[in-house]
């Protein structure tokens, strides 16, 4: 993995992965103490930044792999946006989700065309079933992370960033963090083009297993896999090819509470117009509640998606009011 | 009122005034029938496009009468505007604004440093307040959209929309409008750079005095300036100034119902995480339930502000859930 696959995803993204826009609000650098700057992957197609990694996999197969179709495992972000590249390439996509997968992310997947297989997390094994499918109808898998073709892909956000920070900028750059693609794809593209830009990766208070990882020096599981409102982020433990390059350019790993990632899902509403799910919203909500664990003048967020139900933002809305 | 004034206006307003992302969802286009893009103003710095227009005319003020102060009558965004621009000058400003306007709109004025002075719709006389302010402090009176400079600064969003479309685009662009401000600017800004794209006005029914006035071939009053949920775009009837450019250059205008507005909310919610304000929405309504009144393959629109209560925002996504 170096930031020339980066750079190639780069290339075939161009004219279709949108270049998200970075937020601020007087009112969030006054919580914060500092500049806060928000990267909206929120607003980037499908959805969250997971369209980024989907079509620099799809797109990156050889033409006849591609026709016999895709194949991925998902709670719903890196669903819509393996469906959607693959969409965007005729290709067909079969996507395994969990049965109790918020309702927009199955509606959303099944918009986009996917052929959505539901299976029940407490009795069903999803490794076997998605074995069984890309053996029996010959579909490509694509993993939702540890997969260098994603890494590369998630790693085109870093790019854009560092773009806007400048070669010279100093800043910690917060990710919302699950198995550590997009944190360790934004990692490696700042080490080549902002070296000054550190990543910290965020997750759910209790489902730290990154933050453990990085602090034990070796990978460490988390004890359940549920009970947070953050599931675009609940991951059993970081990957393989993530864990290295996470431990090798990152800063020591952040963890918030639902309370609080609703809490920023509310102030993302009131102050930046944004729609942000729990799992997108945690970044934001480690810049704001968690100052004195971040150096410098300018903080970096990306909020990075907002594939939320209704109901659960009318919750974030009502509990945490200006 | 000419192309001139809205190029300058985006010189002063390089580094300052966010160039905002055009947005899609194949959701929306099919709805529509046809390709929907969505310029998003409610990403703007205060959440509506008021601020081009507000920094235009306080950059263009000479300093020592800048820095006496400024003074702007509005119900919310065009207070915003003004505020958030006189404050990055480092000038103060008095903003008149009626006691029922949103909250989240008088308290994001005072977050910004406005000096707000609220009087009572029924009773009291804004002009007059108004002009004893301007008169007894010395401080520049900023019309919401009947004033050159204002003009020119909302224009800038149709050069940027000229720039994605191409000069060889061909579309209807669908502007939420209230005195025509922006209307107008955008018209200006699209003859001279991309002709083939015509404004259409989009009002709330029952106070479309733009559609009612450009109809009738003269200025129509509406005949109230109460009762609707679209508080950004009440306006009592089109600007001296704007009037002549829309007519000059516009198409028939168009009206939605409060109720449309909403389920444009909770659609632009969903499929573009974007949180709008009844006022912003209405020309997303309009793309998306008026699909006879349009022409082309492909619709425009802007979503000009996002300045809702979670009280309000959360009634539209509960009455029109997916």
Same sequence: chains 1, 2.
């Avoid at 993204?13 to 009112?27: D, F, K, Q, Y």
């Avoid at 050889?62 to 895709?70: E, L, M, S, Y």
């Avoid at 709670?75 to 290709?91: E, F, I, T, W």
């Avoid at 490794?127 to 992370?145: E, G, M, N, Q, S």
């Amino acid at each position: 993995m170096n930031i020339d696959a980066i750079r190639a995803a780069a290339d075939r993204a161009a004219g279709v992965v949108r270049r998200t826009p970075m937020l601020s609000s007087p009112r969030l650098d006054a919580i914060a103490g500092r500049r806060v700057l928000v990267k909206a992957e929120s607003l980037q197609q499908t959805g969250s930044f997971k369209f980024r990694g989907g079509w620099a996999a799809v797109s990156a197969l050889d033409p006849k792999t591609r026709r016999r179709g895709v194949l991925a495992c998902s709670s719903g972000n890196h669903a819509q946006g393996v469906a959607m590249a693959a969409r965007m390439h005729d290709a067909p996509a079969v996507i395994v989700m969990p049965a109790d997968a918020p309702r927009s992310k199955i509606d959303g997947t099944r918009a986009l065309g996917g052929e959505v297989v539901l299976y029940d997390r407490a009795t069903e094994d999803r490794d076997a079933i998605a074995a069984d499918l890309a053996h029996r109808r010959d579909l490509t898998l694509i993993l939702p992370f540890d997969d260098p073709q994603v890494i590369a892909g998630q790693g085109t956000v870093g790019l854009e960033i560092a773009e806007e920070a400048g070669r010279d900028g100093r800043a910690d750059v917060l990710v919302c963090c699950g198995g550590g693609g997009l944190a360790s794809g934004v990692a490696l593209a700042l080490e080549a083009e902002a070296p000054g830009l550190r990543v910290r990766t965020v997750e759910p208070a209790g489902f730290d297993d990154v933050a453990r990882s990085l602090s034990a020096g070796r990978i460490v599981r988390n004890g359940r896999l549920s009970g947070s409102r953050c599931d675009a982020i609940l991951t059993p433990q970081p990957g393989a090819l993530t864990f290295p390059i996470l431990q090798r350019l990152c800063g020591p790993g952040m963890a918030v509470t639902d309370d609080e990632a609703m809490q920023a899902m509310a102030l993302a509403f009131a102050h930046l117009k944004l729609v942000l799910e729990p799992g997108g919203a945690v970044a934001l909500a480690a810049a704001l509640f968690r100052p004195q664990s971040v150096t410098g003048d300018t903080v970096i967020c990306v909020a990075t998606g907002g594939n939320v139900d209704a109901c659960a933002f009318t919750v974030a809305l009502i509990t945490h009011a200006d």
